[in-house]
T-cell receptor, first 116, second 113 residues
Framework: DTEVTQTPKHLVMGMTNKKSLKCEQH?????MYWYKQKAKKPPELMFV???????INESVPSRFSPECPNSSLLNLHLHALQPEDSALYLC???????????????FGSGTRLTVV | GESVGLHLPTLSVQEGDNSIINCAYS??????FIWYKQESGKGPQFIID???NMDKRQGQRVTVLLNKTVKHLSLQIAATQPGDSAVYFC????????????WGLGTSLAVNP
């Protein structure tokens, strides 16, 4: 298995809703990442987990809450989001566990999130 | 066809021609560079990488060139095909910043049949 799987592919949520994005990989990668991508822009790093511990939080608002239940799973819990949070949310993984690794990253196809 | 740095975000080429996508990087400490392809509705897909101890690396139909003197990276695509139409991002890996990826703004490649 050489993929990163993200669910759901699309999500529409209201500003008072609570939802979660899920990411799964079975490549034995020990670093996992959440990125946010706006249209026609490069991905912006949000969080990095290294060996299941949060190693980088890029000053992300607390309405985004990451969780890494085990080495294969990564969740992003969403609560009280704003319309400007609408974006493509990408999960990625890499071999190295030391911060962002020295290897290419494997990205999922993303969750297209719309906040209404 | 050829793009120039970050000031020409769109590159249009004829099918069968070679494409050159350029990227300027700023951090001398960066020692690893990656090119990604992102098709509409999909996540970035790894194309090719190069470490700073090399100046050229070839893959299938793609070549990456690294010029550390002028901090310049390029992606060459041979015999460009319609399936190559996508946004291409360069990314540098910063050894001095917890190995954080620094992304270029991207170049949109359009292949005309």
């Amino acid at each position: 298995d050489t993929e990163v799987t993200q669910t759901p592919k699309h999500l529409v949520m209201g500003m008072t809703n609570k939802k979660s994005l899920k990411c799964e990989q079975h490549m034995g990668h020990r670093a996992m990442y959440w990125y946010k991508q706006k249209a026609k822009k490069p991905p912006e790093l949000m969080f990095v987990y290294s060996y299941e511990k949060l190693s980088i939080n890029e000053s992300v608002p607390s309405r985004f809450s990451p969780e890494c239940p085990n080495s294969s799973l990564l969740n992003l819990h969403l609560h009280a989001l704003q319309p400007e949070d609408s974006a493509l949310y990408l999960c990625a993984s890499s071999q190295s566990g030391g911060g962002q690794g020295y290897y290419g990253y494997t990205f999922g196809s993303g969750t297209r999130l719309t906040v209404v | 066809g050829e793009s120039v740095g970050l000031h020409l975000p769109t590159l249009s080429v004829q099918e069968g021609d070679n494409s050159i996508i350029n990227c300027a990087y700023s951090n001398s400490a960066s020692d690893y560079f990656i090119w990604y392809k992102q098709e509409s509705g999909k996540g970035p897909q790894f194309i090719i990488d190069i470490r700073s101890n090399m100046d050229k690396r070839q893959g299938q139909r793609v070549t990456v060139l690294l010029n550390k003197t002028v901090k310049h990276l390029s992606l060459q695509i041979a015999a460009t095909q319609p399936g190559d139409s996508a946004v291409y991002f360069c990314a540098e890996n910063d050894a001095g910043n917890n190995r954080k990826l620094i992304w270029g703004l991207g170049t949109s490649l359009a292949v005309n049949p």
